[in-house]
């Protein structure tokens, strides 16, 4: 359980960390000077993938990201984060989908050697539905061995199922990258004093 907790934890805290990381802080309504706007990551393309880690103190400061757009409308159709917890040796995942999905089918991801379990949807808001979990070093360590082509496969509400495919070239470069990356600038997770369950980390604002 106190695992459990925190891992949860750190998963929170890398979702927290990107998000505040890309978004910009509003002015203030008053007129106040706004804050000071989030550092960038310090970014690096391998293959389709991007090695990002922010500069902040966190137990899982790094992670690997591809985003898919409609080319169209230049909305987001997809995206994949995979972080890894040093402290831990575990990997946290989270991956987002458009909404007016079915909740109850979850996503699987599948490449050419590889099938996850259907993975459930943690919530979702007006960007999205978001799975955010832990995930396997095994599941990891196959993806890394499978061809460039992947999917994630979803089921619309009214039944239709999609693939949403993404790339896998460059993936395992790009993991042991991050991996090595995270190590060298991770925070280790504190253990409460008391024994108790690790406290949970802030909710992200919308």
């Known amino acids: 359980m106190k ?16 998000g505040a990381a890309l978004a910009q802080a509003p002015a203030d309504a008053g007129g106040a000077t706004p804050p000071a706007a989030p550092k960038a990551p310090d970014v690096k393309t391998i293959g389709d993938w991007a090695v990002r880690c922010f500069p902040v103190s966190s137990p899982s400061p790094c992670d690997v990201y591809q985003e898919l757009d409609d080319q169209r409308t230049r909305q987001r159709v997809l995206s994949l984060s995979i972080a890894y917890i040093p402290s831990l040796d575990r990997h946290a995942l989270m991956v987002t989908v458009p909404l007016e999905v079915s909740i109850p089918k979850g996503v699987v991801i599948k490449t050419d050697s590889f099938t996850s379990q259907p993975l459930r949807y943690r919530r979702c808001d007006r960007m999205g539905c978001y799975v955010e979990m832990a995930i396997e070093n095994g599941a990891i360590e196959s993806m890394a061995k499978s061809g460039p082509d992947a999917a994630v496969q979803i089921v619309a509400d009214n039944g239709k199922p999609y693939n949403l495919k993404f790339s896998l070239k460059g993936f395992a470069a790009a993991h042991d990258q991050m991996v090595g990356d995270a190590k060298a600038k991770a925070k280790p997770i504190q253990k409460p004093a008391d024994g108790g369950a690790a406290p949970a980390a802030p909710a992200a604002t919308p």
């Open 3 to 18: 695992i459990a907790h925190s891992l949860m934890g750190a998963i929170a805290g890398i979702l927290l960390v990107s």
